[in-house]
């Protein structure tokens, strides 16, 4: 017996279903992966989210720069001024990604509302929402948490529509071939504004629940972290007639940076990779032309962060210098760090307290106020991370047993999943009848 409660069968049940209805969209060979924005693979987890939101008779909402939004709403129905507890994540995955960033927090959210719409209704003026938002590992277009940055205000909407994936492809050219209308994109004031708290459940990108024996716990914060391209430009040659002293080989600083990335991480305390690189023309028998390379960083502070970034561009220009290459090091994506709101902390650890086991109460990661669950920050980034610059957010981990992350063996068992779903279902409850809502009119 699983020691599982007939509402948690439940539960596992409605999970292990609707996760077999995402599970084939977008997979490879290798087990991993790619669902990309405005792909096809993207427009058929868009579908699933609008049958999951008819299917609950939510009413389905696509703000102007493609987020989705399934809401549950009080006795006024839609219409009525409404305070909005939010929930929600993202389907987008990197290349190669795991199975669980971004569609746990989704599914979760649907089977949180699942849990509390059995046996509560609403009270007057106030909605409940799942929200879906688009873009957020930024593996097409290449900014991170761009849906989310676009409804806040965080990202220009002209800057964006004119933001090219690797084929060349605009944003707005991808929208339109989508059937969606990029002239909409921008931020969305009254939505912002209508929303009491966001708190998204994500599978942990790390081994720190692990680590403390828990099956939740609460985020407290996310590092600033950023990414940075490098394009080095040489003079492609023969590699087999070209004297060393003749050549302008670009893979050389190229080179320089992926391991000064590395030694400055370890120096300052945070920690950085170069995971992406194109080499042109990548001739076997040939000196290379030119490599495009991104740079991501990350640091518990601002400081350390600047001086990563800083060691990388010094070791890397002095090596392109040496070799007569030239170099163009910029920023392309940037997050301040973020500390998610504490009364929202607050009352997600008091509303968790019951489903702490006792033994995580003293966990390393509690919060000031002897929480119940363990606090855990994280150098991943989130959309939460981005709302929570215009309204309070927080989040919710779900411990990952391998603690990896973007590659097919991140993972999350059922039991764990089913924790995450009621632990989310406590704390939109608590949000959702505890938090004020207008006074029904006269
Ligand atoms: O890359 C990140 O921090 C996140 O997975 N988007
Ligand atoms: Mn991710
Ligand atoms: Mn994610």
Same mark, same amino acid.
């Given at each position: ?55 609950? *008779?939510?009413? #389905? ?16 129905? @839609? ?9 929600? %994540? ?22 949180? &509302? ?12 106030? %909605? ?15 900014? $991170? ?19 090219? =994936?690797?084929?060349? /492809?605009? #944003? ?9 209308? @990029? %002239? ?11 929303? =009491? ?13 692990? *680590? ?17 391209? +490098? ?32 030694? $400055? ?5 945070? #920690? ?5 690189? *194109?080499?042109?023309?990548? $001739? ?27 060691? /990388? ?14 170099? =163009? ?14 009364? &929202? ?9 019951? +489903? ?39 989040? +919710? ?17 059922? %039991? ?7 632990? &989310?279902?406590?704390? +939109?409850?608590? #949000? ?7 006074? @029904?009119?006269?």
């Amino acid at each position: 017996m699983s020691g599982r409660t007939d509402s948690g069968t439940r539960v596992a049940e409605d999970f292990t279903a609707t996760w077999a209805e995402l599970a084939p969209t977008g997979l490879r060979a290798d087990g991993g992966y790619d669902r990309f924005a405005w792909t096809p693979a993207d427009l058929a987890l868009r579908d699933w989210f609008r049958r999951a939101a008819a299917r609950r *008779d939510l009413a #389905l909402e696509e703000d102007g720069n493609g987020n989705l939004w399934a809401f549950w709403h009080g006795p006024e129905g @839609p219409e009525g001024p409404r305070r909005v507890v939010a929930t929600g %994540s993202h389907l987008d995955s990197v290349p190669a990604g795991g199975a669980f960033d971004g569609p746990l927090g989704v599914v979760a959210g649907f089977l949180a &509302l699942d849990l509390l719409r059995r046996d509560r209704a609403l009270p007057p003026g106030r %909605s409940v929402a799942v929200a879906c938002f688009v873009e957020e590992e930024g593996a097409r277009f290449g900014l $991170a948490c761009l849906g989310s940055r676009l409804l806040t205000g965080a990202f220009q909407p002209a800057r964006a529509r004119e933001l090219t =994936d690797a084929d060349g /492809v605009t #944003l707005a050219e991808a929208m339109a071939a989508a059937g969606a209308d @990029p %002239s909409r994109l921008g931020a969305d004031e009254a939505r912002l504004a209508a929303i =009491d708290a966001y708190v998204e459940l994500h599978v942990e990108q790390g081994r720190r629940l692990v *680590d403390l024996g828990a099956a939740v716990g609460i985020a407290s914060g996310i590092w600033p972290h950023g990414r940075w391209r +490098l394009r080095f430009a040489g003079e492609p040659n023969h590699a087999g007639t070209a004297r060393l002293e003749d050549r302008r080989d670009p893979m050389l600083p190229f080179a320089e940076a992926v391991t000064a990335a590395r030694v $400055a991480a370890a120096v300052h305390g945070g #920690l950085a990779t170069v995971g992406r690189a *194109d080499v042109h023309p990548n $001739a076997t028998n040939g000196v290379a032309a030119s490599v495009e390379a991104w740079l991501d960083a990350r640091a518990p502070d601002d400081v350390a962060l600047g001086a990563i970034v800083a060691d /990388v561009r010094a070791r890397a220009g002095a090596s392109a210098a040496d070799h007569g290459v030239r170099i =163009d090091m910029r920023q392309e994506s940037a997050t301040p760090a973020v500390v998610f709101d504490e009364g &929202l902390r607050r009352r997600m650890a008091g509303a968790l307290a019951p +489903l702490a086991p006792q033994a995580s109460h003293d966990a390393p990661g509690a919060p000031p106020w002897g929480g119940s669950v363990p606090e855990i920050a994280t150098g991943a980034g989130h959309d939460a991370g981005i709302l929570a610059a215009r309204v309070p957010a927080g989040m +919710l981990f779900v411990r990952n047993p391998t603690g990896i992350s973007h590659s097919p063996a991140e993972a999350a068992s059922v %039991s764990d999943c089913v924790a995450g779903v009621e632990a &989310l279902a406590r704390v +939109l409850g608590e #949000l959702a009848w505890g938090l004020p809502t207008p006074s @029904p009119g006269p």
